[in-house]
């Protein structure tokens, strides 16, 4: 089956730090690979996605590399604001007659200090 | 585009007892998920439709469990004699045609089952 093995958290980091999530996946075919984000009491926005292999997702600053060698998606940040606060998940999809579902990975709390 | 709603925001009931959610899509948006996520975990896939049409459920969803979406726009998802088990936020997500579209999510149904 399709599965995402997600960094556990939570992760505390000083404002400016480098951030890394890890994420890795186990998939039948050709999936799309996406990041998640979860700001406090509201809902799951989109932060980037990657459709194929090598294909480069980035959005406010955020960066993540689809590679097919090593299953992985892992998340980057260079500079880290304390805004940057929330849950992040990682997930998965594979087009079957139209239903792209999404198997998540359980999420890592980051927390950015002063 | 008003994004995905969800009513009620919270529901808190007693075990036994039968609950409905709704959930209203983005109005050209054809593909609609619903998804349960617990505490600490990422969301997990119930079921999905393409407009009216039911064309896959998880086995997550007992038989207590049905969803509907009548005229292929909002759905509903309504559980009978809960349990505390199925304590937990229940998500709805609308997607527009064609492959690799993003799924966009609504705020959540938060249920709590005394």
């Known amino acids: 089956g399709n599965s995402v093995t997600q960094m556990e958290g939570p992760v505390t980091l000083s404002e400016e730090a480098f951030l890394t999530i890890n994420c890795t996946y186990t998939a039948t075919g050709y999936p799309s690979l996406f990041w998640y984000v979860q700001y406090p009491g509201e809902g799951l926005q989109l932060l980037l996605k990657?459709?194929?292999?090598?294909d480069k997702g980035s959005n406010k600053g955020f960066e993540a590399t689809y590679r097919k060698e090593t299953t992985s998606f892992h998340l980057e940040k260079g500079s880290v604001q304390v805004s940057d606060s929330a849950v992040y998940f990682c997930?998965?999809?594979?087009?079957?007659?139209?239903?792209?579902?999404?198997?998540f990975g359980t999420g890592t709390r980051l927390t950015i200090i002063p | 585009d008003t994004g995905v709603s969800q009513d009620p925001r919270h529901k808190i009931t007693k075990r036994g007892q039968n609950v409905t959610f709704r959930c209203d899509p983005i109005s050209e948006h054809n593909r609609l998920y619903w998804y349960r996520q617990t505490l600490g975990q990422g969301p997990e896939f119930l079921t999905y439709f393409q407009n009216e049409a039911q064309l896959e459920k998880s086995r997550l969803l007992s038989d207590r469990f049905s969803a509907e979406r009548p005229k292929g726009s909002f759905s509903t998802l309504e559980i009978q004699r809960t349990e505390q088990g199925d304590s937990a936020m229940y998500l709805c997500?609308?997607?527009?045609?064609?492959?690799?579209?993003?799924?966009?999510f609504g705020p959540g149904t938060r249920l709590l089952v005394l």
């Open positions: 990657a459709t194929k292999a090598d």
């Open positions: 997500a609308s997607r527009s045609r064609g492959p690799k579209e993003t799924q966009y």
């Open positions: 997930a998965l999809s594979i087009s079957n007659f139209g239903n792209e579902k999404l198997t």
